[in-house]
Nanobody
Framework: QVQLVESGGGLVQAGGSLRLSCVDT????????IGWFRQAPGKERQFVAV????????FYADSVKGRFTISRDNAKNTVYLQMNSLKPEDTAVYHC????????????????WGQGTQVTVSS
């Protein structure tokens, strides 16, 4: 079983950077891909990025491509989301999730979720 805990959120000005972390407190993410999603108030949960177990394969939403980078350190049971050139529209609660199977863009393909970390970008 996987238990995910996010950290690293906060308040930042537009153009700034944040690095989010996602730790599996029970082990090694079951050796599976891990994704990041975000949800803004009144909006649907949105796919952000996903990374394979080895880290060799990554995919990003068009809205964050070139600004965000997903990476992982399996020795530390941690997946990171480096967010640069932040915009006010990036404001949301960010969740990491374990990919159980199916389309990596679809939130229904993920079975374990962290509680989320708030990211607020001021203009």
């Amino acid at each position: 079983q996987v238990q995910l805990v996010e950290s690293g959120g906060g308040l930042v000005q537009a153009g700034g950077s944040l690095r989010l972390s996602c730790v599996d407190t029970r082990g090694t993410f079951n050796n599976d891909p891990i994704g990041w999603f975000r949800q803004a108030p009144g909006k649907e949960r949105q796919f952000v990025a996903v990374i394979s177990w080895t880290g060799s394969t990554t995919f990003y939403a068009d809205s964050v491509k070139g600004r965000f980078t997903i990476s992982r350190d399996n020795a530390k049971n941690t997946v990171y989301l480096q967010m640069n050139s932040l915009k006010p529209e990036d404001t949301a609660v960010y969740h990491c999730a374990h990919l159980e199977g199916g389309s990596w863009k679809d939130s229904s393909a993920y079975d374990y979720w962290g509680q989320g970390t708030q990211v607020t970008v001021s203009s």
